[in-house]
């Protein structure tokens, strides 16, 4: 007999409490081996592969993609040990009752799953209790007992036939037991059980099933009407799954028994959410527009609503009484505009900025450096059959001899202790653009590389954050930040610094200018430097003598070998 287990996002580290499916990697009805990957999820640090601990059939998959889950919620069951009969003849996608997938990932129903009690348990005898070789944070290799829950062949034979009913509950689903609801104010608890049952419109956090239609579990809203089967006094059924879409129809105050849903077999999907409100906006536009008050020169007013939108009022000549607009329009505010949710790594990138600049006090310095001679060294390095080393390369292993010098600036400020932290290793973050946005890759103890080493670790993480395949220790837990915004095409900036290191060294363009050379006017290779730097850390006088250093090296390479 089998088990089925309920695998849910574990907590993927760094305090990460959500992260967006992208890609789903198993159908519904697929046998998954122990640790292999289900779902590529987005967080906002990195794109992760998520293992399954679990070995057995896949019953049901929750969530679409593009959708943003919680830490704990759930991401597949799986049936564990024998294959049950319900699920025998089941493809991939297929079937009723079983969790077939909906248009982007989603299920369309919501097959058994043991409580939320058991979620993070072991797998059971048999095929599962090898133990997941792959630690998650909150699943374990170990094998200890945990509360089993059977598949039973019955007259409600199918993949909800296993889970116990409690009181009042028969054996087609009549009545309602368990909830999830994934979005904030839901009402149930992330992570427990989505079990069929009737929904009535109106009752909060009822789980709801048409059970005699299809089979299939769905589960209701808030709202009432938020769930796929859930029934009105009416009888209409509303099909939704996404919490994130009952929760965009909840803030909007709408109804979705109102909606015809484009998805298959008449889901609502986020589509028909927006394109509603954008209707709505726009109906309200039309009407409400114009509305306008006149105040009489002798404290009289009156009103004139008039139906052309923009109409901000007629001036009362004869009276002398000014007009006012008293209903602010939004006409043509809707119309082209587009939303773009701050939310993955967007979000964390704008968490971040806005951080560092609520706490650091910074300031910026620069300067204007001749890098003709260290393009002349780097030409000499690449000779023919040795290694390639990379311009970013040399700017990084002059920065680290910089703050050898300076250690000022590779700290942090302990704000709970009031006190500056110097760290003892350089953990250099470089900044690279990718198709997913900015990321900072972190290259580990860049003070005890050498250049030719600095540069094929440069090169590495580069090519892996193009791919979006960085972990997430390679992109946290940097004490320094290079940031060479030259490659863009321009002179200089004033970056934000990278919370909460202290310091971050800005590198513009190479361009040739005309510059004064051994008291000649010539045309040099120039490159503006620039440092924003915690003020708390440090005064001017250490920014500026970090800056310098670092041009003088760019100047004359020769200055870098006495540094070594």
């Known amino acids: 007999m089998a088990v089925v287990r309920e695998f849910t996002l574990p907590d993927l580290g760094e305090g990460l409490t959500e992260a967006t499916i992208v890609h789903w990697m198993v159908e519904v009805g697929e046998v998954v081996a122990i640790d292999q990957p289900v779902v590529e ?20 998959r929750f969530g679409e993609e593009g959708e943003e889950v919680p830490v704990g919620a759930p991401l597949v069951t799986v049936a564990v040990g024998a294959v049950p009969d319900d699920l ?38 048999g095929s599962g209790d090898a133990g997941s070789g792959n630690v998650l944070v909150g699943y374990g290799t170990s094998a200890a007992a945990a509360r089993r829950r059977r598949i039973r062949p ?61 089979g299939s579990a769905r589960t209701a809203g808030a709202n009432g009407s938020a769930g796929p089967g859930a029934v009105d006094a009416g009888g209409r059924t509303v099909a939704v799954i996404s919490p994130l879409v009952r929760r965009m129809a909840r803030e909007n105050g709408l109804d979705l028994r109102e909606l015809t849903g484009s998805g298959r077999d008449g889901l609502v999907l986020r589509t028909d959410v927006e ?168 290259v580990r103890d860049a003070h005890a590389r050498t250049v030719e080493e600095l540069s094929a670790e440069i090169t590495r993480l580069t090519e892996t954050a193009r791919a979006g ?45 005309p510059w004064v050379h051994e008291g000649e006017l010539a045309v040099r290779q120039v490159v503006q430097l620039s440092l924003t730097f915690d003020h708390r850390v440090c005064d001017g006088g250490t920014a500026g003598g970090f800056l310098r250093f670092v041009a003088d090296c760019v100047e004359q390479p020769a200055v870098l070998l006495r540094a070594l």
């Open 41 to 60: 999820v987005e967080t906002a640090k990195a794109m992760v592969e998520v293992p399954c601990p679990y070995g057995g059939v896949v019953t049901a």
């Open 275 to 442: 394109c509603a409100i954008r209707a709505r906006q726009e109906r309200e536009t039309r009407g409400a527009a114009g509305a306008v008050s006149s105040v009489g020169a002798h404290g009289v007013g009156s009103a004139d609503r008039t139906l052309g939108a923009g109409v901000t009022g007629v001036a009362g000549a004869a009276t002398g009484g000014a007009v006012k607009a008293t209903g602010a329009t939004r006409a043509g505010a809707a119309a082209g505009e587009e939303r773009i949710p701050l939310k993955g790594m967007l979000g964390a990138a704008a968490e971040k900025f806005s951080r560092s600049r609520r706490e650091i006090p910074e300031a910026t310095c620069w300067v204007e450096a001749d890098a003709t001679e260290l393009l002349a060294a780097r030409r000499a390095m690449n000779v023919p059959g040795a290694p390639k080393v990379s311009l970013l390369a040399l700017l990084a292993r002059i920065t680290t001899a910089a703050l050898a010098r300076f250690p000022e600036l590779n700290a942090t400020v302990d704000t709970k202790a009031q006190e500056i932290v110097r760290l003892p290793a350089v953990h250099l973050g470089f900044a690279a653009q990718t198709d997913r946005g900015l990321v900072v890759p972190v």
């Open 154 to 214: 019955g007259s409600g034979a199918g993949p909800m036939g296993g889970v116990p009913r409690r009181a009042g509950e028969t054996a087609d689903g009549s009545a309602g037991t368990g909830v999830f609801e994934g979005a904030p104010g839901g009402a149930g608890e992330a992570g427990a059980a989505t079990v069929g049952a009737v929904g009535v419109s109106g009752a909060a956090g009822a789980t709801g099933a048409d059970g005699a239609a299809d």
């Open 469 to 513: 395949g960085l972990s997430l220790a390679e992109l946290t837990h940097g004490t320094f930040t290079l940031n060479n915004y030259g490659v863009f095409g321009v002179d200089g900036s004033t970056p934000i610094i990278n919370h909460p290191e202290a310091a971050m060294l800005g590198v513009g363009r190479i361009a040739a200018k």
């Open 88 to 125: 025998a003849g089941i493809g991939p996608g297929t079937g009723s009752g079983a969790g077939a997938g909906a248009p982007g990932g989603a299920p369309d129903t919501g097959a058994s799953a043991p409580p939320s009690g058991g979620a993070s348990g072991p797998a059971a005898e």
